[in-house]
Nanobody
């Protein structure tokens, strides 16, 4: 139905930067909210940032001022610009999208990517 493909995870030193991308494809009518979540080892999956179709954003307190979420509606793609990275940002980052399918345009379904690993270490 819908595939979310993430890219951009890597090993980076503390203080460094990375940019994650996530492209949605498939039987899409409209992509509504898009967001990034992360799961650190031994922890649950937590919200990092979310953006709605109109560009309104919300961030976890731990990343405010360091991370920026953006999207390209024409490409059904969401980005996460991560600056001033810290070792505690190490996690698998998951893309999430709430999508109205062509087969059911009045219903919103929830989709997840497979995750991309970000490691912050010297």
């Amino acid at each position: 139905q819908v595939q979310l493909v993430e890219s951009g995870g890597d090993l980076v030193q503390p203080g460094g930067s990375l940019r994650l991308s996530c492209a949605a494809s498939g039987m899409i009518f409209t992509v509504n909210d898009m967001g990034w979540y992360r799961r650190a080892p031994g922890n649950q999956r937590d919200l990092v940032a979310v953006i709605n179709r109109g560009g309104v954003t919300n961030y976890a307190d731990s990343v405010k001022g360091r991370f920026t979420i953006s999207r390209d509606n024409a490409k059904n793609t969401v980005y996460l610009e991560m600056n001033s990275l810290k070792p505690e940002d190490t996690a698998v980052y998951y893309c999430n999208a709430k999508v109205a399918l062509r087969s059911a345009p009045t219903r919103q379904d929830n989709f997840w990517g497979h995750g991309t690993l970000v490691t912050v270490s010297s």
